[in-house]
């Protein structure tokens, strides 16, 4: 089957049948999963041919110590430059099963299988690998494209409800960035329908990948246009530092909004483009209060990762389907909120 996308020609990205795909996307040789336990259980038959490692689940895994104990055990099983390292799960199993296959023994080969809708239309495609440190979020990590990235929607299935949410935080996202029929067909659509309609899902999913893969495809290292990706992310890596009441998605969504507001505060988005964002993102069901005051997410977007040398790449929609980025002092970031406060 032909790939949906091709990164940089070194990146394949599938969206189908998972069974038909897998078979013709890995290489000949040993393959080692990285998985979770959850994930093992629900495609145990899938899974059932290879040897497998299992990391933890939630973000307190997504860390040195995880990285560090699967080395230990890929050391174990004999791993060597010729393995192949498979990672089945969802963000937090592609993050780390790709920094450890880039890494172990100065790389090997490695591809995943997205099983959470986050991670098909984000998190595992653009080669983005890498865990959190003393709470923040992707401090350690490199850039590495997988061989492959299989996408099936019909692997959604068991997720549950707010799983799946999330994962439509970023399909509004990418629709922002750079694909306003997206967002219209998001509009038309329901987080209901959405989930019975994988037919539907596949068009949206595969419109939210393209998004990311003409990006990634132009700026894989995040020089500049790459930065869009971010869109709602400092605010939301400053929700989940600040509180663990919401999931990544549910932070991005929140992001999200007030960056929305700030736009329409510089005069980026006219009042009727803002409330459509905002009118999509309660429709599918998001809360958009943050956890904690606005006051504690701003003082603590200014240790954001992406803050250099006390400049801010900020991300605002300016318009449904397009986005642009300021650098702005990080100091000033607070006062983008005026109108929110
Ligand atoms: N999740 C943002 C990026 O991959 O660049």
Same mark, same amino acid.
């Given at each position: ?88 799960? &969802? ?15 100065? &790389? ?41 990235? #299989? ?140 956890? #904690? ?49």
């Amino acid at each position: 089957m032909k790939p949906a996308f091709e990164i940089r020609e070194r990146s394949r990205v599938y969206v189908g049948p998972v069974g038909d795909l897998l078979a013709g996307a890995l290489p000949e040789g040993r393959v080692v999963v990285v998985t979770d336990a959850t994930v093992e259980r629900l495609f145990a038959p899938l899974l059932a041919p290879y040897e497998r490692l299992l990391v933890g689940q939630g973000e307190a895994s997504k860390t040195l110590r995880t990285v560090g104990e699967l080395y230990e055990r890929l050391i174990d099983l004999g791993a060597d430059r010729s393995t192949f390292i498979l990672g089945v799960g &969802g963000g937090i199993v592609t993050d780390v099963a790709g920094f450890v296959a880039s890494t172990y023994m100065r &790389g090997l080969r490695f591809g995943f299988v997205a099983t959470t809708l986050l991670a098909q239309v984000d998190a595992s495609v653009g080669g983005k690998n890498g865990v959190n440190v003393a709470g923040y979020k992707n401090m350690a990590g490199c850039f590495a494209q997988p061989d492959f990235v #299989v996408c099936d929607p019909a692997m959604l299935r068991p997720l549950p409800d707010r799983e799946f949410r999330a994962g439509l935080a970023e399909m509004v996202k990418a629709a922002l960035i750079a694909d306003g029929d997206l967002f219209a067909a998001l509009e038309r659509s329901s987080f209901a329908a959405l989930r019975e309609a994988p037919e539907q899902l596949r068009d949206l999913i595969t419109a939210a990948i393209r998004v990311k893969a003409d990006i990634v495809g132009r700026d894989e290292r995040e020089r500049g246009e790459r930065r869009k990706l971010n869109l709602g992310h400092t605010l939301a890596h400053a929700i989940e530092k600040c509180s663990d009441r919401m999931n990544h998605g549910e932070a991005v969504a929140v992001g999200i909004a007030l960056m929305a507001g700030a736009a329409r505060q510089l005069g980026l988005l006219d009042a009727a483009q803002c409330d459509r964002i905002v009118r999509l993102l309660e429709r599918l069901g998001f809360d958009l209060q943050p956890p #904690v005051p606005l006051e504690r997410l701003l003082r603590e977007a200014g240790h954001d990762k992406k803050n250099e040398q006390g400049t801010l790449h900020i991300v605002l929609p300016a318009g449904i389907g397009d986005c642009v980025v300021r650098d702005i002092p990080t100091a000033e970031f607070a006062t983008l909120f005026t109108d929110a406060r």
